[in-house]
């Protein structure tokens, strides 16, 4: 038989433990999806730093197969799938790429937006240039996908 002190020994344990768990832990970032004029994807994020933001963006990429092209700005490529290669085949040769451009943009001291804009590039070792063609429309998903993985990765830090 339970006595009421075995119980109010558990009660006082159980409540301990959420506080302790809730105090460990940092104020969730807020997170908005936005439709811009001048990007692809964009997503406003508060209560982050943005070492982290930068943190978070380029594990993002990395970890879903891009190559960072320069390592101090956000910048980041890789080779375009196979209906991308198909799309874009021509007799000039040259696989098509996904350079994308992350730009992070401060709106107040505790907010930031976050904008992805993406470009199929063909042509890059042709001696006519390289030929940049907008990522739009249907191709969205992948890119505030993207975005949502950087949210996800703002929430552990």
């Known amino acids: 038989m339970k006595t009421p002190s075995f119980i109010a020994l558990t009660a006082l344990s ?5 506080a302790i768990s809730c105090a460990s832990k940092s104020e969730p970032p807020e997170v908005e999806l936005l439709k811009t004029d001048d990007s692809l994807a964009a997503l406003e994020v508060r209560n982050v ?3 982290d933001i930068r943190r978070a963006v380029v594990e993002t990429f990395l970890t879903n197969g891009y190559q960072r092209d320069n390592t101090y700005s956000l910048t980041f490529s890789k080779k375009g799938n196979i209906v991308r290669q ?4 021509s007799y000039m040769g040259g696989a098509a ?5 992350v730009r992070i943009q401060p ?3 505790s907010s930031f937006l976050i904008k992805i804009n993406a470009n199929t590039v063909t042509h890059q070792n042709s001696s006519f ?3 940049k063609k ?4 249907l191709r969205k998903g992948h890119y505030r996908n993207l975005l949502r993985d950087i949210n996800n990765r703002l929430g552990q830090y």
């Not at 907008?134 to 429309?137: A, I, S, T």
């Open 129 to 131: 240039g390289a030929h």
């Open 97 to 101: 790429r996904m350079k994308v451009a």
């Open 49 to 51: 730093t943005e070492l």
């Open 134 to 137: 907008k990522v739009r429309g």
């Open 107 to 109: 709106m107040s001291a």
């Open 14 to 18: 159980l409540i301990s433990l959420t």
């Open 86 to 89: 198909i799309e874009y085949a």
